[in-house]
């Protein structure tokens, strides 16, 4: 079977966990390349081997210490020598081998051990040659004295020789006229010479010959004199020591190549026996049981638990597939018991097949060809294709390898895409896995995959219940019953709003409700269908030729409409141009009124002086009325900006009507008063008071004027000075100074300095800046600034170009400093 597909059913996890029970590396090596057998006399032998396994693991003894002799046996074989550890690994193989042979036979005694005896047979049992290795070594490796007698005769030797070397150094030692010379009082060994570590410079005193250094140059290791020539000797005894050690294991080495042939096979056997043992004790682990394999037999697990759950919390669960069923459809919550489920039963089959036991009370299983596992998010980032893709395309490779011997474990199956077509595809691949015979798991929310299975033989509906007051699934498996999603449920116990619950549930009711009426429609359209069809058609081409004259209508009146708003829009601009022209004869003839009427505020004052005076001025107040009258009759075909406020020839008669209370009145102009002048045409304060002249304040401006060039402005009855010229029911305001230092004299707050035209389009901004200009220029103003921006350049050019066709502008330029630059345009105006 291919590891790709195990592994999505986690076996490699489970392998690993059962090669850390094996005892020697071997074993472990044998169990990390374990994989299910297709053959089911191999299956159920191993099954058998396990069971064999587990009821001797009481009496069989552990085989840690047991190392890979294979090497050490295929270097003897050809001649090689082995070194001290090889013989060491050779005779703890040995060793073991006997013991679990002993064991082995002992349990046998009690019961049948066909498998395991036959592996027993293949152990090595060569007692002779673990009784030499036993002679020549040590338990550190170490070669003995008896290994041979030249051995002990040279080694006696070499004993008493450094027995002699050593008694002299000790002399150079205990002397006190060598030890002042000594690093240390010892005897120290370099190079395999006994020698003295002697102080640097101190090497004469010796003499002999310097074998080593230290590392700091302080201290020299010195061979005396008197024991070099014993040196010599101890040199040639080591290596004739080293060359009766050679002759030695080469004799061993021999020995055990002779018998290399059964060492690889005990060695085979018992990495084999190592395996075994490791399957035994994770069924022992697990509490695991033997399953039963059947060729053509059905999956039937009792009590079966996943491996990978901790036992107190693992749900003990009955997978059984009912007679004459292949396939079973899992549904419930999306909380993990599904899916869960869906691998318990392939790593069950994976697990009987590679001879390990499963948890579970009882399991039936078949021998499967294959075991195929659409499980989780397949998605290539590699390959760049979608979840869906992955998936389909991983089905359509277990479709085309899956027979009637196979078991397929699809999760969450046709998910991914459209609820619909997902289904609708869902429910071909299982027709088509059910006709070959296959055993299939599969899990779903679909409720159309529901109402399928339980329509269609071969298949049946299960699910894992749900806990609805702790939100835990409980895990049990519920054979025939389909699952409910509870996905209302569990919003409502994890807090979802009330009403947003209410509201799925009114769509979910309605979803329903509409589901069997579309069903309902769809029969009945189905029989209206063709008749339907043949209406349709008559009447296509009816409508055809009406489509065509429809359109043809629609030019005309997109034509017609062009038209009728060409006119309407040529005669628009020609009234305004009537109109802008008809308010600018009326602002020159209110000009022209406001000059006559100070005119006769002058020669008011002097009709006190002569009858012909008198006669002047009421002829010019005839006048004043007439003007007015004419006026009056004017504003009602002036637009709404100029019959806003009051007229000029309400404002020149209020000033003359003031004009002439203020000079029937005989007393002096006092500091505070007010008064008007005509000449200015505005209002002022008298600050001073001097025979010849009056100083008056307008705003920040002082004017020092003649007494009868300014007349009093009597106060209202409140006190409050009376308006003279201004808009309806507000009174004027006095003049400032600009920022540009020329005076600017206001006669209404109403209008301000200054308009802003940013963000207009060009077509409302010169609407605005001529309905602006004509309100400032009747508020009296000489000049103002308008600010348009920088942007394009579009809306200043167009401002500019208009202020150069109106008469009522003197002149402009571009704002200065503190004006705004070219984003302004300072205005002029004036007659």
């Known amino acids: ?84 550890e090889a013989f060491l690994a050779l005779r703890a193989h040995l060793r073991a081998a006997e013991r679990l042979r002993r064991a082995l036979t002992e349990v046998s005694r009690e019961r049948p051990l066909s498998h395991l005896l036959a592996y027993a047979e293949r152990l090595a049992s060569l007692p002779a040659l673990v009784e030499e290795i036993e002679w020549v070594f040590d338990e550190r490796g170490e070669v003995l004295d008896r290994a041979s007698d030249d051995l002990l005769e040279i080694r006696r030797r070499l004993r008493e020789l450094d027995a002699r070397v050593r008694e002299i150094l000790q002399d150079y030692v205990r002397n006190p006229e060598f030890r002042q010379h000594l690093q240390e009082p010892v005897i120290a060994f370099r190079a395999g010479r006994p020698v003295l570590p002697v102080k640097s410079g101190s090497a004469p005193v ?109 749900v003990a669960n009955d997978i059984v597939f009912p007679e004459g069923v292949r396939a079973l459809l899992l549904t419930g919550p999306n909380t993990g018991g599904k899916t869960v489920t869906l691998k318990t039963v392939g790593i069950f089959a994976a697990m009987a097949q590679s001879g390990l036991f499963v948890p579970a009370r009882e399991a039936e299983l078949p021998v499967f060809d294959g075991i195929y596992a659409d499980i989780g998010d397949e998605q290539s980032l590699e390959q760049n294709l979608s979840t869906f893709s992955a998936h389909m395309g991983h089905l359509v490779e277990i479709l085309r390898r899956a027979t009637g011997n196979s078991l397929v474990l699809l999760d969450e199956i046709g998910a991914g895409t459209d609820p619909a077509e997902g289904a609708a595809l869902a429910q071909a691949i299982l027709d088509a896995l059910l006709a070959r015979g296959t055993h299939v798991v599969a899990t779903t929310h679909y409720g159309e995959l529901k109402a399928y299975a339980l329509s269609r033989p071969g298949i049946v509906n299960a699910s894992v219940s749900f806990d609805l007051e702790t939100l835990r699934p409980t895990y049990e498996l519920r054979i025939g019953i389909p699952g409910e999603s509870h996905a209302l449920t569990i919003a409502r116990r994890l807090g979802l709003d009330e009403e947003i619950l209410a509201a799925a549930e009114r769509y979910l009711r309605a979803g329903r409700e509409l589901l069997g009426e579309r069903i309902a429609e769809l029969e009945r359209a189905r029989a209206d269908h063709e008749r339907a069809r043949e209406e349709a058609e008559a009447l296509r081409a009816r409508y055809a030729a009406e489509l065509e004259a429809l359109r043809r209508e629609r030019e005309d009146f997109r034509r017609e409409r062009e038209r009728i708003l060409a006119e309407a829009r040529a005669q628009a601009e020609e009234y305004l141009r009537r109109a802008r022209n008809e308010a600018r004869a009326i602002l020159r003839e209110l000009r022209e009124l406001r000059d006559e009427l100070s005119r006769h505020a002058s020669f008011a004052q002097g009709a006190r002086e002569g009858g012909g005076s008198k006669a002047r001025a009421g002829e010019l107040l005839r006048a004043a009325e007439a003007a007015y009258r004419r006026l009056a009759l004017r504003e009602e075909a002036l637009p709404p900006e100029f019959s806003e406020g009051q007229t000029g020839d309400d404002a020149g008669s209020e000033r003359t009507r003031a004009a002439e209370r203020g000079n029937g009145e005989e007393r002096p102009f006092r500091p505070g008063d007010r008064v008007f002048l005509p000449r200015y045409n505005l209002q002022a304060e008298v600050v001073r008071v001097t025979p010849r002249e009056l100083v008056v304040r307008a705003g920040s401006l002082r004017i020092g004027v003649a007494p009868e060039e300014v007349v009093s402005v009597p106060t209202g009855g409140g006190g409050e000075p009376s308006p003279v010229f201004g808009r309806k029911g507000r009174p004027p ?79 402009f330029r571009a704002g200065g400093e503190g004006e705004g630059g070219e984003g302004a345009t300072v205005v002029e105006l004036g007659p």
């Open 1 to 84: 079977m291919e590891v790709r597909e195990l592994e999505r059913l986690e076996f490699d996890r489970l392998r690993a966990r059962v090669a850390e029970l094996a005892d020697t590396p071997m074993g472990r090596r044998i169990v990390e390349e374990l994989l299910p057998t297709t053959d089911a006399g191999e299956a159920v032998r191993r099954l058998a081997e396990t069971e064999e396994a587990l009821a001797c693991l009481p009496k069989v003894p552990s085989l840690s210490g047991v190392t890979d002799i294979r090497p050490w046996v295929v270097r003897a074989e050809k001649g090689g020598v082995l070194p001290p």
């Open 206 to 314: 010796f003499g002999g010959r310097i074998v080593d250094v230290s590392q700091s140059g302080y201290t020299l290791f010195v061979e005396p004199e008197s024991v070099v020539s014993l040196g010599d000797k101890r040199q040639a005894l080591v290596a004739e020591e080293a060359r009766e050690i050679e002759r030695i294991l080469r004799r061993l080495s021999r020995k055990a190549g002779a018998h290399a042939r059964e060492l690889l096979a005990s060695h085979e056997a018992l990495g084999a026996l190592d395996a075994i043992f490791a399957r035994a004790r994770y069924a022992a682990e697990l509490r695991a049981t033997r399953p039963t394999l059947r060729p053509r037999g059905r999956i039937a697990l009792r009590g079966a638990r996943h491996p990978f759950l901790p036992s107190a919390e693992a």
């Open 733 to 811: 305001r006095e003049g400032q100074g600009d920022e540009a230092g020329g005076n600017v004299l206001r006669a209404d707050a109403a209008v301000p300095p200054e308009l802003d035209l940013r963000g207009m389009t060009v077509e409302e901004a010169l609407d605005a800046l001529e309905h602006y200009l004509d309100r400032a220029l009747l508020a009296g103003y000489a000049r103002v600034r308008v600010i348009h921006g920088l942007g394009t350049g579009a809306l200043r050019r167009a401002v500019r170009e208009r202020l150069r066709e109106l008469a009522y502008v003197r002149a």
